[in-house]
């Protein structure tokens, strides 16, 4: 079954956080977003705004379209 | 003055946009969104969610990491 958008950026972003050793709480301090909404995101029941995916790529240490690249080749699978 | 991102987005869209000679009302049309909301996109003035850049970037024949790509090269000007 083809990803969904949604879905793709959860797993993408709960990759990097984890190869960060970051919990979802630190990620979410650094982001000045909610915990909850983290939670959200990874689990793919959200879509974000480019606002947060630049504001969790740079917490995350990647640029934004090398992050939107690995969303891509998910979506691609 | 850096380019803030809704301002960076807006520039990105709307210079694809005029390659494919499309007006506003067409790639709003195509991309099932109002007028208006490409409007203010175009404009800089609102974040697009991360659904609305993957319907622009089908609609504008662009892959999403590469429209990103092109906006994360304006912010570094």
Not at 5 to 30: H, M, N, W
Not at 39 to 51: A, F, T, V
Not at 68 to 74: G, M, N, R, T
């Amino acid at each position: 079954v083809k990803q969904d958008l949604k879905k793709a950026f959860g797993i993408v972003i709960k990759d990097l956080r984890e190869q960060l050793d970051l919990s979802q709480q630190e990620l979410a301090d650094y982001s000045e977003v909610d915990r909850t909404y983290i939670s959200l995101l990874e689990r793919g029941l959200n879509y974000p705004s480019l606002k947060v995916v630049y504001k969790l790529s740079e917490i995350l240490k990647i640029q934004p379209h090398k992050l939107i690249e690995k969303v891509d080749a998910l979506l691609k699978n």
